[in-house]
């Protein structure tokens, strides 16, 4: 999409190689930038000048590998240089899961990726057919899945419910439509729709 | 519209730092500590290499016979000439400005307090930091450790016997850094920086002092109690923040031009830019400098932790990218 992009005009094309194939001074890191490191892309978490009075000046990065979601510190002199990596969050639906692949589609352009059990990670937890995510993608190739923060699934497995129990204490298991297992209060019935917080993997409430 | 006219330190903090501005004018008064100001435009640039000057343009006629002038990195040279002009003790609260120093504790122009007691050693100008600085950041604990120790107690190096590449393995194991690099000192700053810097976060103030002879800038040399030479050098560190940075003063003319030198052969070796020396101050100190102590304190810093703010743009008004 990316390319696609690039391709539109010549002005765009010419921002497009700008901004993906350049090389950043250390003195223009800032949150957010993807920057390829050891082969790998890797997103600038927090980035600090550091100098002693009389000292070098160094630029202190905590980077996030993109692939393998570890973070760690890295110490950039002030002449040393980043190579941009080819990174974009993109919004997109997913479709379906052939068994090995979770397929997605931009919902403008109607083109489909497919993201392998890596680059899915625990997101597939929480992935209902036709809901949006946010689709990382690394030279257009899907890097990692980050479901809504909320999503709303159905109850497939859990013992019945307690009549009249809805008051605080107590909970129990519950399966859910996409194969999660969250713990949920214990009037909670088969067949119930729950709002689920994916960051924490928590029930909100019945939806 | 864009916000990026409006102040980004909350007024609230900017009628505290005039609080204090006041209450380090009174202290001053109080010890007879004559206020000064000296140039910020100056002909000549600090020599440090590491700090990298501000030039600008002066035309006694609109576009002719333009003349490189420097913005001051610090008043150290300038006061120093005072000092031997006469003066006794003096202070100054002035911008100072420095290339590319912006960050989370770095503005490119900043505010700095500088003094200077003649007949002081730097033992006694810690006292008189502490003095100061305590009742402003609410700290009466300052504790003091020489930089040797300290590189025994956090890192187990003895910086006697250390060689330059056990410096480099000792750092590569706590930081991911692409360096290579025969420079001791810079080895030193990197651990000091990285390593030793943050875990004085939680020691309250600290004075370091007896810093290697190598990163003895303007600071006289001495022997330490193991018969090393080193600095007559201190920083206070508070909060594991770099705020202040005092000499036993060099007067030893003939030094300073030997000093000078080494700086311009360091720039030469590295590549750095290569700018006129102060041979006023080589001049001032050969006619015949006190023996005195100074030192100087980073003022936006004093600001922000008597604010307990994390960020210099919490206690500037207009920082550099709204300047």
């Known amino acids: 999409m990316c390319v696609n992009f690039a391709v539109a005009t010549d002005h765009l094309s010419l921002i497009y190689f700008e901004i993906n194939m350049a090389n950043y001074p250390s003195n223009q890191f800032k949150n957010g930038l993807k920057v390829m490191i050891e082969g790998d892309p890797c997103s600038m978490v927090d980035v600090e000048f550091v100098k002693p009075g009389k000292g070098q000046a160094f630029t202190r990065v905590k980077l996030k590998n993109l692939i393998t979601g570890r973070t760690w510190e890295r110490t950039f002199k002030s002449n040393e240089t980043a190579e941009g990596a080819d990174v974009m969050d993109t919004d997109m639906e997913y479709l379906y899961c052939d068994g090995e692949m979770w397929h997605f589609m931009d919902p403008q352009s109607y083109e489909q990726v497919a993201a392998d059990k890596t680059a899915i990670g625990d997101a597939h937890l929480w992935l209902k057919e036709q809901d949006k995510c946010l689709v990382t993608l690394w030279d257009n190739n899907p890097i990692s899945i980050t479901p809504p923060n909320f999503v709303e699934l159905e109850v497939v497995e859990t013992d019945p419910g307690l009549k009249g129990d809805t008051a605080q204490g107590g909970s129990k298991p519950a399966k859910l439509q996409s194969g999660a297992v969250v713990r949920v209060p214990l009037f909670i019935e088969q067949g119930d729709i729950l709002k689920i917080d994916t960051r924490s993997g928590d029930y909100v409430s019945r939806a | 519209m864009s916000e990026q006219w409006r102040a980004t330190a909350p007024i609230e903090n900017l009628r505290r730092r005039a609080e204090i501005l006041a209450q380090i004018r009174a202290f001053f008064a109080e010890r007879k500590v004559l206020e000064v100001e000296t140039p910020l435009m100056t ?184 018969g090393g030479l080193v600095a007559c050098r201190f920083e206070l560190f508070v909060a594991g923040v770099e705020l202040a940075n005092g000499y036993f003063e060099l007067t030893d003319g003939d030094e300073q031009a030997r000093r000078f030198q080494q700086d311009i052969q360091q720039r030469q070796t590295e590549g750095l830019p290569l700018r006129p020396t102060d041979q006023l101050l080589v001049d001032a100190l050969q006619s015949g400098l006190p023996e005195c102590a100074g030192v100087a304190i980073g003022l936006d810093r004093l600001v922000m932790l008597a604010l307990g703010t994390q960020n210099i743009s919490d206690v500037i008004a207009l920082p550099f990218d709204r300047a």
């Open chain 2, 43 to 226: 002909s000549s640039a600090v020599s440090d290499p590491y700090i990298d000057t501000i030039e600008c343009r002066y035309h006694p006629l609109p576009r002719q016979q333009e003349q490189v002038r420097y913005l001051q990195s610090s008043p150290e040279y300038a006061m120093k000439r005072l000092l031997a002009s006469g003066s006794g003790a003096i202070y100054q609260v002035c911008k100072a400005f420095r290339n590319g120093e912006c960050g989370r504790r770095h503005n490119p122009e900043f505010t700095m307090l500088e003094w200077y007691r003649p007949g002081f050693d730097h033992y006694q100008l810690m006292d008189e930091v502490e003095a100061l600085v305590g009742p402003i950041i609410g700290f009466d604990d300052f504790k003091r450790i020489s930089y040797a120790e300290l590189f025994r107690q956090y890192l187990q190096i003895d910086l006697q016997a250390v060689t330059v590449a056990e410096l480099a393995a000792a750092t590569r194991q706590h930081i991911d850094v692409q360096m290579e690099d025969d420079n001791r000192d810079n080895w030193l700053n990197l651990l000091m920086s990285h390593v030793i810097e943050p875990q004085l976060a939680d020691q309250g103030a600290v004075f370091v002092y007896d810093y290697p002879a190598s990163q003895a800038a303007l600071a006289r040399t001495a022997l330490d109690a193991e």
